[in-house]
């Protein structure tokens, strides 16, 4: 296979840094990742000039405005990241024929649901930063076909700000914790999410029947995020007691749905993917963050 150009977007982000070492490992990728300084997917002149020079095969989008409370003061600044530019990117790689890889989440559906959420089921968002994602997919879906989008949930990694260190840090610092046990999901390590990525990559150039539209990845497996915190500390050896709290206990500004699993039936067998239990991958990046501390 000759070699094939991948531009990341957001590539200082979590997912966009687990993305590009994915990547990196295969030969046959060039790899590219710039961030908003580089790259603002906001800027149609910006995007055009960038596409008109790297002349990427693939763009993974690991952009977006993620901050999910901030999201409900700074409307204006979230629609712009989560709407405006997956709309741009669309538009562009329309132009540049690039297929174009977005991510999304499970905060599109209302979380009232009582079985995991399939890909057509109808989406109604929770909160305003849900609302901006789910604009964003439908953006992409009325402009380009040659795309992927990839809804995923309780996203973590080594890198950036997530519950996951977040929990490491408190379990050192606190003797008490209390965490919501009332709202259920599954948490998603960033770098099986990046690995999943890269599989797609390839298959969409070895694969004639190679099916783009709407797909759902996590982790394996359902928990509370008191689970999820419990676990944390009990891999870290931390003695921390962690409590579960209802949502009325730990009121945020952007409400969260109660319940967001996703079905992860069509992504495992269109593409092949065998996903890691929640618990595993967790387990792998604790022990990433302390050999690094
Ligand atoms: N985090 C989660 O729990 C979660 C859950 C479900 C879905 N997702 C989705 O997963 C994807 C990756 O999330 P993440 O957690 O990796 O996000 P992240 O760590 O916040 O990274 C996003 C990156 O995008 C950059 N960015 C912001 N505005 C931009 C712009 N206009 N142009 C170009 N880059 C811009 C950010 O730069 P600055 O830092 O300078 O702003 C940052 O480097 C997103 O689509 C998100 O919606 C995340």
């Keep these: 296979m000759p070699k094939k150009t991948i531009l990341i977007s957001g590539v200082n982000g979590q997912l966009g840094r687990k993305v590009k070492e994915a990547l990196l490992h295969n030969n046959h990728f060039n790899v590219v990742g710039l961030d908003i300084d580089e790259l603002d997917i906001i800027s ?4 055009e000039e960038k596409l008109q020079e790297i002349r990427p095969d693939v763009l993974i989008n690991c952009s977006a405005y993620t901050d999910v409370d901030n999201a409900e003061n700074e409307k204006e600044m979230a629609l712009k990241v989560n709407q405006k530019g997956p709309l741009v990117l ?3 790689c329309k132009m540049f024929d690039t297929f174009l890889i977005h991510i999304s989440t499970d905060y ?9 959420y399939i890909e057509n089921d109808p989406i109604r968002p929770v909160n305003f930063y849900g609302e901006t994602k789910a604009l964003g997919e439908e953006s992409i879906q009325k402009t380009y ?24 840090r408190l ?29 797609i990559t390839i298959q969409y150039f070895n694969d004639d029947d190679f099916a783009r539209g709407i797909y759902h990845f996590t982790n394996e497996g359902v928990c509370s995020w008191f689970d999820f915190a419990l676990k944390i500390q009990q891999i870290a050896k931390n003695r921390v007691k962690v409590n579960p709290i209802p949502t009325s206990d730990y009121p945020t500004p952007a409400k969260r749905p109660h319940y967001s699993v996703l079905d992860k039936r069509k992504i495992k067998n269109q ?23």
């Design 44 to 47: 149609r002149r910006q995007v």
């Design 171 to 199: 379990g050192e610092e606190r003797k008490q914790l209390g965490v919501i046990d009332d709202q259920v999901g599954s948490p998603t390590y960033a770098g099986d999410l990046a690995d999943a990525i890269n599989a």
């Design 271 to 293: 593409f092949h993917i065998a996903i890691p239990h929640w618990e595993a991958s967790l387990a792998n990046c604790i022990k990433v963050l302390k050999k690094s501390k």
């Design 145 to 168: 076909s040659n795309a992927i989008i990839i809804r995923t949930a309780w996203l973590y990694s080594e890198y950036g700000k997530n519950f996951v260190k977040t929990m490491l």
């Design 108 to 116: 599109v559906f209302s979380g009232e649901g009582f079985r995991p």
């Design 90 to 92: 669309a538009e562009k």
